[in-house]
Structures are given as C-alpha cells and as structure tokens.
C-alpha cells in the first residue's frame, strides 16, 4: 500500500462530559480555567492517547473547550495499524479512535464529526536520492513556497493556507526520529494537506463532509490525490502527460539569488544548479537572456561569462547525460504519485 491517509482532523460539538473526566488518564495536567459567577470553569483540555496505559496509542489528540461546545480531535491512522505504512482502512482507524474518545471521557459520535482537515499521502520509491527532487520542484512548480525544518530536512511545502503538498525523505525523517523501518533508500513521501482555511471547497470538490463519506477504497484517495497534484502543483507545467518547463521560471529564482547574494548571486546559481544542467534543459540563449534581464547586464558580456563557464564545465569531463535534467525529475514525480496506482 503506497496511498493512505496520514492524518484526520475532526470537529465535533455537543459533547457529554462524564463526571471527573480530567481525573481519568491521558488528560494533560495543565488545563485552563475561567472564572464566571459559577466558580472555575474548565475552558480548555488537553488529552494524549499515548499517555494511556492499558494499550491504547495512534497518537491521537483531544482538544476540548466546553465553553465554545466544541471537542477536536486529531489522530494517524497510519499509527494504529501497520509500524508507520500508509493504510486506507480508515474504518478501522475510526473504531479505535471512537473507543480512545469515550475512554477519555467524552460521549461523542465521531461518524457525524466535521472533517476539518485529511492528509492523503503516497510513498514511492525514486530513482535518484530524495534531495535532488527538492530544489527542481521548488523552482518549476506552480506553489513556490517553501518550508524547511528540521523534522522535513531537505524537503518542501508547496501551497497555501488552504492546500499544500510536502515533500520530503521519508526514510531520513523516520532514521532521524529514531524509528526502526524497512523502508528502502529514495524513498519520498509527498503529503496532500486539505487544511480547514480551505474546507468550504475542498468538501464540496471531493464530497467528504463527515468520516462517513470516507470509505476503505483506495481508489476514492487516489482520484483526491491525483486532481491536487494536476490540477494545483502541476498545472502550468503539463501538456497532457507530457512536462514541459518554462525557463521564465528560472528568472524568479535568480531574483531570490541575487537579493540574498547580491553581486554574487550568478555564481553561486550556477554552482547550486550547474551551468550544463541549465543549458540543456532551456538552452544556451535562453540562459544568457535570464541572466540578463535579472542582472541588467549587457548580453554580450552574460555570452562571454556563460561560454567561459559552460567551456570549465565540459573541462570537468562530467557528460551532461549523466546528469537528470529538471525536466526529467519533474516527469518522474508526475509519473510517480499521480499515474501510478
């Protein structure tokens, strides 16, 4: 299995609270409290299902405020099952999440629970190591927002507040982590978030209001996932199945370069994406008239810089076949996660 849901979030309201529900285990000792002409009310709580002790986990969450009548939970159905495999049995995942609830505490039905928030995730196993992908994507793709951390260390986010694809190693995050896996080296992960800013469309895109529009068939995510990455990531960069990369792209990338690096942006560009790479995938004129319209050089002297380069590149003896071009990377990620099953 190489799609599965990798997080649910749900927002529920009119929860019954059972008496000294906080005294139970898994309630986080520190709680807030309000005053009101009734004493102390509890306004907020906080309960982690891995604080149990009688077998219950999956990391699920529980954020209740009974003042606003409303109880979140979130929870990974990938760690209720299967050692961190991705899995589709989001029915199963629901039953043990019901029975972590009502054992904290709170009598709610989760099937008539608002989706707030459902990650669709696909592993794969790529060609070239996962840290080669990342800057291609970065510059080429219709988001460009990037977000690096520790916990995604050489990966993206690409999106917005509403909708975004992560990308990153998925077998690095999990050594780093210290968990034990099998999985296999180039193995990347590519996250599909459908985030509450963005809830009003994608329920009424894909028809998922509540978990009981979730089914166990894998089929129905991967029409969910396939539609955010054609339609939203890849969308200017398709012609039919075919990827076609523009190097207009490029110029906004040297733009970055040259805020950050000022009179050494052109260098440090060349050596972070190589001069032969460049040249092959949008030609040597194109090259020289982006270098150009960035640098606000004449075109004479960007041609002399550029074929002395590209002539101490060829010196190196590294064929430019050697090397995937962005082109080809970007095709594999299509091929990858949305074409293949």
Known sequence: MNIGIDKLVLNVKGANRQD??????????SNNYVQ???GLILDKATFYASNLNDG????????????????????????????????????????????????????????????????????????EPVQRYAPTLQNYLHF?????????????????????????????????DKVDNDLSNNTARLEYKLLNAGRKSWTSKYGIYTPKDLTNDADQYQEIYKDGLTNLVLKDVLDGDLVRLSPVTLIHQLEQ?????????????????????????????????????????????????????????????????????????????????????
């Open 144 to 176: 460009r927002r990037q977000s690096k951390n520790l916990g995604y260390q050489d990966g993206l986010t690409l999106g917005n507040n509403s909708r975004q694809f992560t990308f990153y190693d998925r077998k690095l995050k999990l050594d780093l």
């Open 36 to 38: 009101t002409d009734n």
């Open 20 to 29: 000294g529900q906080l005294s139970n285990v898994g309630w986080a000792k």
């Open 257 to 341: 370069y040259k805020e950050a690096y000022k009179r050494n942006a052109w260098g440090y560009f060349l050596k972070h994406y190589g001069v032969l790479a460049l040249c092959n995938e949008i030609g040597f004129d194109a090259l020289v008239d982006v270098c150009t319209h960035v640098t606000n050089s004449k075109r004479k002297d960007v041609t002399k810089k550029l074929k002395k380069d590209l002539s101490s590149a060829i010196k190196l003896g590294k064929s430019v076949s050697e090397v995937k071009k962005p082109v080809e990377l970007v095709q594999e990620i299509f091929y990858q996660y949305a074409k293949a099953s």
């Open 56 to 127: 219950f986990n999956g990391n699920l969450t529980i954020k209740d405020e009974p003042l606003k009548d409303t109880t979140s939970i979130m929870f990974n159905p990938t760690n209720f099952f299967s050692h961190y495999k991705l899995t589709t049995d989001v029915k199963g995942a629901m039953d043990k999440a019901q029975d972590i609830v009502w054992k904290s505490g709170l009598d709610l039905d989760l099937t008539n629970a608002q989706i707030v928030r459902i990650d669709v995730t696909k592993d794969r196993i790529l060609s």
